[in-house]
Every structure is written in C-alpha cells, then in structure tokens.
C-alpha cells in the first residue's frame, strides 16, 4: 500500500513540474501531451505530433500507396491474411519511415510496424530479440 501511494505521489510532482517529450526532449506542461481515455498521457508533445503527422502526409503523398498483390516485406502476410479477422486497423498499410533521417522506408503491416516502434528502430535489440528466441526454439 505504501508502495502504491510513493508511486502516486511521484507521478503527481512529474504532472506538476512538466513531461519530457520523449520525442524532442523539452520538459512542457502536461496539457501540450494527448490525454487518453484511459488516463495515460502519451509522452510525444503534440507539435511533435503534429510534425510528425506532417511528415508522414507528406511521404504519403511521393510514395505510392501498394497494389493488391504486396505482401509486407517483413512477415510476407498480404492485406487480407493481416486483417481477416476484421480489425479496422490491420486492414490497411503503414508509411514505415526512419525517425532519425525522416525518410521513407516502406509499407508494412500495422503488427509488423508496432514491433519495429517497440524496439525503437534498434538493430541490437532487434538481434537480441532475435538470440533470445531462436535459443529458446523448441528442438523436435
């Protein structure tokens, strides 16, 4: 119980003396972050979000949108196989872009892309998570 309350009490003083944006690293009040319905703040500022968004419309805008016959270069699912089970948000392709470049990278699943944001873009976490699961493969 005590436990819960310090946790409490510190989330308070970070709401109260700003967030870091995660993005661009600038400590702002907490009503420049999109609050969630469930009561999480995301930690990207909106004019991050904002230029994010920008950048993403405008790749959209040079970079073709895929024909019926792509498969995701990652998991080699089509469209159809991603979304079969009806979920709005699989049923389309992902602009996947380079955060640090901001250049266009491809269309991916939306599974495909959460992993990659998951990992940050990082290929040593991507090669560990890599190790991690092909030591823990089952041997038949």
Request: glycine share 6%; net charge positive; with cysteine.
């Amino acid at each position: 119980r005590v436990m819960q309350l310090e946790l409490f009490e510190a989330v308070k003083t970070v709401c109260e003396n700003g967030i870091e944006c995660n993005n661009c690293g600038v400590v702002q009040p907490v009503q420049n972050f999109q609050h969630m319905l469930a009561g999480e703040i995301k930690r990207k500022c909106r004019s991050c979000a904002r230029e994010q968004s920008k950048l993403i419309k405008h790749l959209k805008t040079i970079h073709a949108y895929p024909n019926t016959d792509y498969t995701c270069p990652i998991c080699n699912r089509s469209i159809q196989e991603v979304g079969r089970k009806g979920q709005k948000m699989l049923q389309s392709w992902v602009l996947d872009h380079c955060h640090d470049t901001e250049t266009f990278r491809g269309w991916v699943c939306f599974n495909c892309n959460t992993g990659l944001g998951a990992f940050k873009d990082d290929i040593d976490k991507v090669g560990k998570a890599y190790d991690y699961l092909k030591s823990h493969l089952q041997k038949t």
